[in-house]
């Protein structure tokens, strides 16, 4: 009998929030600090109490390594350890990202020590974190969107180290050092489980292509895997990957995830105009489970604005859809469940958030607004997947042979 992801599932709930934690150094140099600027920092208590209503019992934190290390292998776990026993407090189950986007002022992926300065960061994490919860399911994601970071800041001057033409070099650069955190992880703590966060896409070639526009398509929609093809040793073994890093297999999807190659065009995701070349996200789930084998969640996902109930409506149907095909989803998580402001230009928040902020507020931060349609979407898509789980659970159980 294969596998059965679903009943070892090491998620305390199916719906997750993702709470915004980049430290990235933005489009202008300047550096950004995501936990205090949404508020959720001195929010904690607040932010954990309003889950509750949802039965949303995991979620996604960041520890910020630009703010931890400040010196290098020096670290500074206070405001780890106020989240923690904000944690503790209220049962939540806090899924770790040890480099979200942003690293030390003093390192880039082209550095020659930043693998090692990594790995060092990995071990200190478990070492801290194991000192106080020695007995915890630890589920941590070393860099989060390997695959997004190397192109904007190695072909798009959108973050550090601000290149053009060198997204393939930072992608190396960034998986070497995700390779050797990874073993450092396991020496560590052979318990631990590993959580990838890659963009999930589909590129395509515009209608009437040449056959070259059609194969450079393809190969640039196959590219999203290079990143957890290195993880796992399929490409680059020189960087040291190895097939039992492949854990847990997350994937961020939003509404501009598929798109025309040249000229650059995005599918609509509602697929109003029924262009054939679109694909229903549990099409796109199936491909990556197919791919590599291992327990697939839905890291993150949302929508600005007004149509923010319309896409959860639609998570929920290409959730249940994939769980009945017998992909093992085993979560989708909300991000960012608090809303957030823009990384480059702060003052516009996205409105994509369960929970909105009072721009009219001083400190908009510090509010929390609840996005009713949203909320009732939720409820209905909550109540959706949980039947098609049921449903699946029967259907596995009742193929498991009787004992004799």
């Avoid at 709470?19 to 001195?42: I, K, S, W, Y």
């Avoid at 919860?133 to 072909?155: K, Y």
């Avoid at 959580?195 to 590129?203: D, H, M």
């Avoid at 957890?228 to 509404?255: H, K, Q, S, T």
Wanted: with cysteine; glycine share 8%.
């Amino acid at each position: 009998m294969p596998n059965d992801f679903f009943a070892t599932s090491p998620f305390q709930s199916f719906w997750m929030g993702g709470f915004e934690c980049t430290d990235q150094l933005n489009a202008f140099g300047h550096r950004v600090d995501f936990l205090p600027l949404t508020g959720h920092l001195p929010l904690l208590d607040d932010d954990y109490s309003r889950l509750q209503e949802f039965s949303i019992g995991s979620v996604r934190e960041g520890i910020r390594w630009s703010q931890i290390e400040k010196t290098p292998y020096h670290y500074d776990w206070s405001t780890v350890q106020v989240m923690l026993d904000a944690g503790r407090r209220h049962g939540i189950q806090q899924i770790w990202d040890l480099c979200h986007f942003g690293y030390p002022d003093d390192l880039t992926p082209l550095h020659p020590m930043f693998a090692r300065r990594f790995a060092f960061l990995c071990r200190a994490f478990v070492d801290f974190y194991r000192q106080q919860r020695p007995d915890d399911v630890l589920i941590v994601t070393p860099i989060n969107e390997v695959s997004f970071m190397s192109w904007l800041g190695g072909d798009v001057r959108g973050t550090s180290p601000y290149c053009v033409g060198q997204g393939w070099e930072v992608k190396r650069g960034l998986m070497r050092a995700y390779i050797e955190g990874v073993a450092a992880l396991q020496e560590a703590d052979p318990t631990i489980r590993i959580l990838t966060t890659e963009p999930l896409i589909r590129i395509v070639p515009r209608f009437g292509a040449s056959a070259g526009e059609v194969r450079r398509a393809k190969e640039f929609d196959v590219n999203q895997f290079q990143s957890v093809d290195m993880l796992c040793g399929r490409i680059c073994p020189e960087l040291g990957g190895r097939p039992e890093y492949l854990d847990l297999l997350g994937f961020n999807y939003y509404y501009d995830n598929q798109w025309q190659l040249e000229p650059h065009q995005t599918l609509p995701w509602a697929n109003d105009f029924n262009d054939p070349r679109f694909r229903l996200l549990s099409h796109l789930l199936k491909r990556a489970y197919k791919r590599y084998g291992r327990p697939v969640v839905l890291t993150e996902t949302s929508h600005p604005g007004v149509d923010r109930p319309f896409w959860i409506k639609m998570i929920a149907e290409e959730s249940a859809a994939a769980i009945r095909a017998g992909v093992p989803l085993l979560g989708v998580c909300l991000y960012p469940i608090i809303d957030r402001p823009d990384w480059d230009h702060l003052t516009p928040w996205h409105r994509a958030g369960l929970w909105d902020v009072d721009l009219g507020h001083p400190e908009p931060g510090l509010t929390r607004v609840l996005h009713e349609p949203s909320a009732e979407a939720l409820r209905v898509a909550q109540a959706q997947v949980s039947l098609a789980q049921q449903k699946a659970a029967k259907r596995r159980f009742s193929t498991v042979p009787s004992s004799l």
